[in-house]
């Protein structure tokens, strides 16, 4: 069932709405309050697609199946509709990140309130996956990012996702004004999910992490329909662990590696090149042996840009 949680009017008669699709059980109990609850969130920024197959896929596997729904699945394809609309990261019009304003205030400005909304109803969710896409400059592998605040809860169900990689981080890189940040703040544990390319749509990772979602929903008792194996992810918690490689020059990056490959200490992963001159102005090589679980997509890079990251050799075979 469709459900506006937040709307707001705008000029020239349009009303921005956002919506969910709340998926039930088909005999349910008398209060929804005895089922467990599931939330699916993605387009926080309007140029991160990855997440939509994903709502795509969820929605699709429990029509086709309805009778293994055993809870609720509450799915929020677009937190940010207009900025989908008009492919933009941030609100368009107010150059916002809505990632950075929550949780918001019903008694604030427009987009404080849409957040405040956003967050009073998730809520109480038994879980949430908030999921990214990468940038349009970077590829990433399906990775789920914890900060070290909330390890503990939310390390478990991380595992049972069916992600590659684990990344917990220092509290020192917490932003306690994004989405994850203020629900896992007020016990609705939340998983932050980075995975492909920005303004594209890998059917692969959205199928692996779909693969995930089900068998978390299993673990909770929301379906009891078959789910497929997961796999079991690298975990890394020092910081020490991940090389960043960035452009020493400016020019134009042509990658020879793609991200999740294994490298050995020398092995190239790219060239920057300068079309004007026709000439090789420096080779990408990796510093250390290891698993290349970022690299740039984005061909124009700037002196200091990021090429790569990779995950050292004795982390990523744990």
Same mark, same amino acid.
């Given at each position: ?28 109990p008398?209060?929804?309050?005895d +089922? ?42 677009? +937190? ?75 390390l ?18 917490? +932003? ?41 929903m ?44 294994? +490298? ?10 300068d ?38 050799a004795?982390?990523?075979?744990d």
């Open positions: 069932m469709l459900h506006t949680i937040a709307q707001s009017n705008m000029p020239v008669d349009e009303v921005l709405r956002i919506r969910k699709n709340r998926i039930m059980p088909t005999h349910c008398a209060h929804d309050a +089922l467990k609850r599931i939330s699916i969130v993605t387009g926080i920024h309007g140029d991160e697609l990855e997440g939509q197959y994903v709502c795509y896929e969820v929605s699709r596997r429990i029509k086709e199946h309805p009778e293994y729904l055993k809870g609720i699945v509450d799915i929020y394809p677009a +937190l940010n509709p207009f900025g989908i609309d008009s492919v933009t990261r941030g609100i368009p019009a107010f150059d916002l990140d809505m990632n950075r304003i929550f949780p918001g205030s019903s008694d604030g400005d427009m987009n404080e309130y849409l957040a405040s909304e956003i967050i009073r109803d998730i809520k109480g969710s038994d879980l949430c996956l908030d999921i990214h896409a990468s940038n349009i400059y970077l590829t990433e592998i399906p990775q789920i990012r914890i900060n070290e605040l909330h390890e503990e809860t939310l478990p169900w991380a595992m049972l996702s069916n992600v590659d990689f684990i990344w917990v981080h220092g509290t020192s890189t917490v +932003l306690e004004s994004t989405l994850a940040f203020s629900l896992n703040s007020r016990n609705t544990p939340t998983l932050v999910v980075e995975m492909g390319v920005g303004m594209r749509i890998t059917e692969e990772y959205g199928i692996q992490l779909t693969d995930g979602i089900f068998r978390l299993k673990e909770m008792g929301i379906w009891n329909g078959p789910v497929n194996e997961v796999r079991t992810p690298v975990v890394s918690r020092n910081p020490d662990d991940v090389a960043f490689l960035n452009a020493p020059v400016s020019g134009i990056f042509i990658k020879t590696r793609s991200h999740g490959s294994m +490298l050995k200490t020398g092995d190239e992963i790219g060239r920057i090149v079309p004007l001159r026709g000439e090789l102005i420096s080779t990408i090589t990796a510093p250390v042996d290891g698993w290349l679980f970022t690299v740039r997509e984005y061909p124009v890079v700037d002196e200091g840009s990021l090429l790569a990251r990779i995950l050292r004795s982390q990523a075979s």
